[in-house]
């Protein structure tokens, strides 16, 4: 019996050494068994997102395929635009080249147009200096004259005056005699 219980040992100790390992092993097993749910649980909602993914990504493109021609119209309306906008600009710049030569030359024609009224002012000026120094000259000619005349004409009155009371006293005299030669022929 000794033998049977130490045979029996000897088998419990074999046994327990296939046993252990046959535990360990079954431990690293379930640890990896719970490590696959765990990934099979991940891949499937993965696999979920990938789907919902190439769904939205299915309707993104096929929105993006309808806005592409708005998209190209936009561009096309930009460089349109953009075109426009330069011819603007080269206009604007060409206008204001122009504009700055002619408010040059207006500058000039209103300087030079300036000076010359200045100078016909200046001349007018002189002019009627002139004008006015001359008829002053002639205005005191022509007083000068008046007073001559003046002068003429109040000898030429005093000598009418004595004429007339020459006269006066002549045909007093003579319409006298002639009353006295009308009264003796009476």
């Known amino acids: 019996m000794e033998l049977d219980l130490d045979s029996k ?6 046994l327990l050494d296939l046993h252990n390992p046959q535990q360990q092993s079954t431990a690293e097993l379930s640890d990896k068994l719970e490590k696959t749910k765990q990934m099979e649980f991940l891949i499937s909602n993965l696999l979920k997102s990938e789907k919902a993914l190439i769904e939205r990504a299915l309707e993104l493109r096929s929105e993006l395929e309808d806005v592409a021609p ?7 309306k930009i460089e349109r635009k953009d075109k426009i906008e330069d011819g603007n600009r080269t206009l604007i710049k060409r206008f204001q080249f122009q504009f700055t030569q002619e408010l040059g030359v207006l500058h000039k024609a209103v300087a030079s147009s300036t ?16 004008f006015v120094s001359t008829k002053t000259e002639a205005t005191e000619e022509l007083q000068g004259h008046l007073k001559k005349l003046k002068a003429m004409c109040g000898s030429g009155i005093k000598a009418l005056d004595d004429l007339a009371g020459e006269l006066n006293s002549n045909s007093q005299s003579t319409f006298g005699q002639l009353n006295s030669e009308v009264s003796k022929h009476s």
Do not use: G, V
């Open 9 to 14: 040992d000897k088998q419990l100790a074999e």
């Open 115 to 130: 000076t010359r009224q200045e100078q016909q002012l200046k001349e007018m000026e002189e002019d009627m200096h002139s």
């Open 70 to 76: 708005d998209i190209t119209n936009l561009f096309t």
